[in-house]
């Protein structure tokens, strides 16, 4: 970055593709903190995060929605949220143990950048154990990408064990 002469400011000059989008931090005498002259903060795995969107960015998840979400008066229906569980990080973690160690109450999981090493791994020996194929599962990661290789791992499983289950 370059500063500034006699001012307290910095700027940096970056080209980017007109339809990507970008989460960021600044670091800062060590500490990593969101910039404060953004607006748009996303939270991610370690925190908020500033995000940079630019004009021609179009998420796959407006696609997905535009698809799959009844528009009218009530976007969502009674009885779809009841057999649902949706969980971002550790919540992922808790809608995958949930639906299986609970068989019937859900029949759709989205599992979104899941944590799945917490006492060693026990969720995938719980997955292994049990079946309940009418469950559909789905699993994504976020854009840090740390979670990749263990949801990989997931959903290797979960289809082993004759679940429906998509990884985006």
Same mark, same amino acid.
């Given at each position: 970055?370059? +500063?500034?002469? @006699?001012m307290?400011?910095? &700027?940096?000059?970056?080209v #980017?593709?007109?339809?990507?989008? #970008? ?6 005498? /060590? ?5 404060p $002259? ?10 908020? @995060? ?6 021609k960015?179009?998420?796959? &998840?407006?696609e997905?929605?535009?698809? @799959? ?8 229906r009674?009885?779809?949220?009841r $057999?649902?569980?949706? /969980?971002?990080?550790? /919540?992922?973690?808790t ?9 019937? %109450?859900?029949?759709? !999981? $989205?599992? %979104?950048? /899941?944590? #799945?090493?917490? +006492?060693n ?5 719980? !997955?292994?154990e049990?079946v309940t194929?009418?469950?559909? #599962?789905?699993? %994504? ?15 290797n499983?979960?289809?082993? +064990?004759?679940? +429906?289950?998509?990884? $985006?």
């Amino acid at each position: 970055m370059i +500063k500034l002469p @006699n001012m307290d400011l910095w &700027y940096i000059t970056k080209v #980017f593709p007109e339809n990507s989008r #970008f989460d960021y931090k600044y670091v800062i005498d /060590g500490n990593w903190i969101t910039d404060p $002259l953004n607006k748009n903060v996303t939270a991610g795995g370690a925190g908020n @995060n500033s995000t940079l969107i630019m004009p021609k960015y179009k998420s796959e &998840y407006d696609e997905i929605i535009a698809a @799959n979400v009844p528009r009218g008066r009530h976007v969502i229906r009674t009885g779809w949220i009841r $057999l649902s569980y949706i /969980g971002v990080s550790w /919540g992922s973690l808790t809608s995958i143990y949930l639906a299986v160690c609970a068989p019937g %109450q859900f029949s759709r !999981v $989205l599992s %979104q950048s /899941g944590p #799945f090493w917490p +006492k060693n791994w026990l969720i995938f020996d719980l !997955v292994g154990e049990t079946v309940t194929p009418q469950i559909k #599962f789905c699993l %994504q990661t976020g854009t840090i990408q740390d979670t990749e290789e263990i949801n990989d791992a997931m959903v290797n499983i979960l289809t082993a +064990k004759g679940y +429906k289950a998509d990884y $985006l």
